[in-house]
């Protein structure tokens, strides 16, 4: 689009200072989103952010009256005036979120923003055959309506009620699921990961556990989307003051307007670790008390604001699968049967250097030493000094030898992870790396679809 929009007499130009990051339109492709924050005790406003934003108490919007007929095309599908109402009031009312004179025109171009790209989408969606099944949107939708603590036909019934027509979601849900099996039957191939990164990654997740940590929800507004620094400052105080005001909840305002890739997830940005995270941003998260809310954070792209819904000071439990070498030694050793045990452990560590190399061995055990599969251990329910002999080792690093009231024992690292509820398995590393990947080269092919579009003003 060349030119500002402008709609009816009574608006002026159209300035936006917020423009949803797109990955999927308004929402989360349910193959790639989590559901909403991990079961997790919060306190504070924290408790507060994932409370639905659309209940029985909710006020139809009040929204100036917009001039009748087609405002863009988009390679000749229109977009109408109705078409942009419509989508306002989806987008107010599943933010929660008020409309004051500052926010409409922030409002009103998202709306248009979201429209635009899921006309590009559908187009792109009919062009491969890509249908989505009217269960696949009543599945959505009763997803949804969950989270509301709603039935289906009472969430429709209540958009109805202030004025969103149930064909309205539907659309939108559907261009969402559809786009999201585009962009995995097209690019999925292009996602996949090898064995190597998944091991990097889960080395990195590992060595982190024993850094701080903080559990946060975040809101992201680009500078560049917003046009300035300070329109993205002054949208995300906006945004702030609302939430804080218990306007409208965290997860919602997050959802329809952050510009990061978690907005799909309603903010949930998951643990941040120290050192990997900007100093501005990390200095403000190390003040925050659990449940706290952080001021907007002006960074170099874009402002922040991070509701802190846990943190750890490090040093994090891990779980460790063990192989281990033995040699018996009784309570009473002389110090010659120690040294001998010693040196005999020592010699089969020298020769057998992995997990793959200890169960060849098993078969063939040296004489003298016992080999056993001693299953998953929680660093925290063993002896000290075995505890802080395999916190730094890695999978397929051994021990020296260490000494116990019954043996003389070399432990083997044949997998590593960390312990709790939030603790991220190999399967949930790789599922992650390829889930980013789909969203990057989805946003690209949107990009691309965008560039080559003939969109027009009417």
Same mark, same amino acid.
């Given at each position: 689009?060349?030119?500002?929009?402008?709609?009816?007499?009574?608006?002026?130009?159209?300035?936006?200072?917020?423009?949803?990051?797109?990955?999927?339109?308004?929402?989360?492709?349910?193959?790639?989103?989590?559901?909403?924050?991990?079961?997790?005790?919060?306190?504070?406003?924290?408790?507060?952010?994932?409370?639905?934003?659309?209940?029985?108490?909710?006020?139809?919007?009040?929204?100036?009256?917009?001039?009748?007929?087609?405002?863009?095309?988009?390679? #000749?599908?229109?977009?109408?005036?109705?078409?942009?109402?419509?989508?306002?009031?989806?987008?107010?009312? &599943?933010?929660?979120? $008020?409309?004051?004179?500052? #926010?409409?025109?922030?409002?009103?171009? $998202?709306?248009?923003?979201?429209?635009? @790209?899921?006309?590009?989408?559908?187009?792109?969606?009919?062009? %491969?055959?890509?249908?989505?099944?009217?269960?696949?949107?009543?599945?959505?939708?009763?997803?949804?309506? /969950?989270?509301?603590?709603?039935?289906?036909? $009472?969430?429709?019934?209540?958009?109805?009620?202030?004025?969103?027509?149930?064909?309205?979601?539907?659309?939108?849900?559907?261009?969402?699921?559809? %786009?999201?099996?585009?962009?995995?039957?097209?690019?999925? /191939?292009?996602? !996949?990961?090898?064995?190597?990164?998944? @091991?990097?990654?889960?080395?990195?997740?590992?060595?982190?556990?024993?850094?701080?940590?903080?559990?946060?929800?975040?809101?992201?507004? @680009?500078?560049?989307?917003?046009?300035?620094?300070?329109?993205?400052?002054?949208?995300?105080? $906006?945004?702030?003051?609302?939430? /804080?005001?218990?306007?409208?909840?965290?997860?919602?305002?997050?959802?329809?307007?952050?510009?990061?890739?978690?907005?799909?997830?309603?903010?949930?940005?998951? %643990?941040?670790?120290?050192?990997?995270?900007?100093?501005?941003?990390?200095?403000?998260?190390? +003040?925050?008390?659990?449940?706290?809310?952080?001021?907007?954070?002006? &960074?170099? @792209?874009?402002?922040?604001?991070?509701?802190?819904?846990?943190?750890?000071?490090? #040093?994090?439990?891990?779980?460790?699968?063990?192989?281990?070498?033995?040699?018996?030694?009784?309570?009473?050793?002389?110090?010659?049967?120690?040294?001998?045990?010693?040196?005999?452990?020592?010699?089969?560590?020298?020769?057998?250097?992995?997990?793959?190399?200890?169960?060849?061995?098993?078969?063939?055990?040296?004489?003298?030493?016992?080999?056993?599969?001693?299953?998953?251990?929680?660093? +925290?329910?063993?002896?000290?000094?075995?505890?802080?002999?395999?916190?730094?080792?890695?999978?397929?690093?051994?021990?020296?030898?260490?000494?116990?009231?019954?043996?003389?024992?070399?432990?083997?690292?044949?997998?590593?992870?960390?312990?709790?509820? !939030?603790?991220?398995?190999?399967?949930?590393?790789?599922?992650?790396?390829? #889930?980013?990947?789909? +969203?990057?080269?989805?946003?690209?092919?949107?990009?691309?679809?965008?560039?080559?579009?003939?969109?027009?003003?009417?």
């Amino acid at each position: 689009m060349s030119s500002p929009l402008s709609f009816g007499r009574n608006m002026s130009k159209v300035s936006s200072f917020l423009t949803l990051s797109m990955v999927l339109a308004l929402g989360a492709p349910a193959a790639f989103a989590q559901q909403g924050f991990p079961q997790t005790p919060d306190t504070g406003e924290a408790a507060l952010a994932s409370q639905p934003a659309l209940t029985s108490h909710t006020q139809a919007p009040q929204l100036p009256t917009l001039g009748e007929g087609i405002i863009v095309s988009v390679n #000749n599908d229109m977009i109408t005036s109705y078409d942009l109402k419509q989508r306002m009031l989806l987008l107010i009312v &599943t933010s929660g979120v $008020q409309v004051t004179q500052e #926010n409409y025109a922030a409002f009103q171009q $998202q709306a248009l923003n979201s429209l635009i @790209d899921e006309r590009l989408q559908q187009q792109e969606m009919d062009h %491969w055959k890509v249908k989505v099944s009217d269960s696949d949107v009543d599945d959505e939708i009763t997803r949804m309506a /969950a989270q509301s603590n709603l039935k289906s036909d $009472q969430l429709l019934s209540e958009l109805k009620r202030v004025g969103v027509e149930p064909a309205t979601l539907r659309a939108q849900i559907s261009a969402e699921s559809g %786009w999201s099996q585009l962009v995995g039957g097209r690019y999925h /191939a292009n996602a !996949n990961v090898g064995s190597a990164q998944v @091991d990097s990654l889960m080395d990195k997740v590992i060595a982190d556990g024993q850094k701080p940590q903080y559990l946060v929800a975040e809101i992201y507004i @680009d500078n560049a989307a917003a046009g300035s620094p300070a329109n993205a400052l002054q949208g995300a105080k $906006q945004l702030r003051e609302q939430i /804080a005001d218990k306007v409208a909840p965290f997860q919602a305002v997050a959802r329809q307007f952050s510009n990061a890739p978690s907005a799909a997830n309603g903010g949930d940005a998951g %643990w941040l670790v120290s050192g990997n995270i900007e100093p501005s941003v990390e200095s403000v998260l190390t +003040s925050l008390k659990t449940g706290e809310m952080s001021e907007p954070i002006p &960074t170099k @792209d874009g402002v922040y604001i991070y509701l802190l819904r846990q943190k750890t000071d490090g #040093n994090a439990d891990m779980i460790f699968r063990l192989r281990q070498a033995a040699v018996s030694l009784p309570a009473n050793a002389s110090p010659q049967e120690v040294a001998s045990a010693n040196a005999t452990l020592a010699a089969f560590r020298s020769r057998v250097t992995s997990c793959e190399a200890f169960d060849e061995a098993s078969s063939k055990a040296p004489a003298g030493i016992q080999l056993s599969d001693l299953g998953d251990a929680q660093l +925290s329910t063993l002896l000290a000094n075995y505890s802080d002999a395999l916190r730094p080792l890695k999978t397929n690093d051994s021990t020296a030898p260490l000494q116990n009231a019954q043996n003389m024992n070399v432990l083997y690292v044949c997998d590593r992870a960390l312990a709790g509820d !939030n603790a991220l398995s190999r399967d949930q590393v790789e599922n992650n790396l390829v #889930n980013q990947r789909l +969203s990057m080269l989805g946003k690209r092919y949107l990009r691309e679809l965008r560039s080559t579009a003939t969109i027009e003003n009417h």
